[in-house]
């Protein structure tokens, strides 16, 4: 008799929990930054194909380790444009710095002040994220979630 109980007891809990547990796998209201595990991951040498040289390629660049699609912007990325040395590649601390400068030209952002992190959000939200496509995600920014 306290088997059966037990059993519905069980079966009742699990009926509740399940869709608990569904949305837990499945997590339908999830950002674009976690989407972007879905799509395409990029080493450096990867991203480089991607730097504006090829007229029939896009050009993509990333911020903060999402890789966007900024061929839109052709004016200021693409070939001989004043901001084509941002692409092809992660170039986080430039646009952090308001840099242009080949040191900077990296994703690395160790030693910035909160200012300027708080500049490279800012710039990341209404330009990045508002203007361009996401079509990935770089593979060291993926290494170090895990
Ligand atoms: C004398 C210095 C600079 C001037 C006069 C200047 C001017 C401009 C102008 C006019 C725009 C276009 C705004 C628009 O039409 O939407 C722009 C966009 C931008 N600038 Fe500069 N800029 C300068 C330096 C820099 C530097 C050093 C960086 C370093 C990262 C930078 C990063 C950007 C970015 C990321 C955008 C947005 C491009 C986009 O919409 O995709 N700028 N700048």
Same mark, same amino acid.
């Given at each position: ?12 809990? #699990? ?46 660049? #990333? ?27 992660? #170039? ?55």
């Amino acid at each position: 008799m306290i088997t059966v109980m037990m059993n519905k007891y069980s079966l009742r809990c #699990a009926i509740l929990l399940a869709p608990l547990v569904l949305l837990l796998i499945f997590d339908p209201v999830r950002g674009d930054e976690d989407n972007a595990e879905e799509l395409r991951v990029f080493t450096t040498d990867e991203i480089a194909e991607y730097d504006g040289s090829d007229p029939d390629k896009p050009i993509y660049m #990333a911020v903060k380790g999402l890789v966007f699609d900024v061929t839109d912007g052709k004016e200021f990325y693409g070939k001989g444009k004043g901001y084509n040395v941002l692409v092809g590649r992660d #170039a986080t601390r430039a646009v952090a710095l308001w840099s242009l400068e080949k040191k900077d030209l990296t994703h690395d952002v160790t030693g910035l002040t909160e200012k300027q992190l708080k500049s490279l959000d800012e710039i990341f939200e209404s330009v990045y994220k508002a203007k361009y496509p996401i079509v990935g995600h770089m593979q060291f920014e993926h290494k170090t979630k895990n």
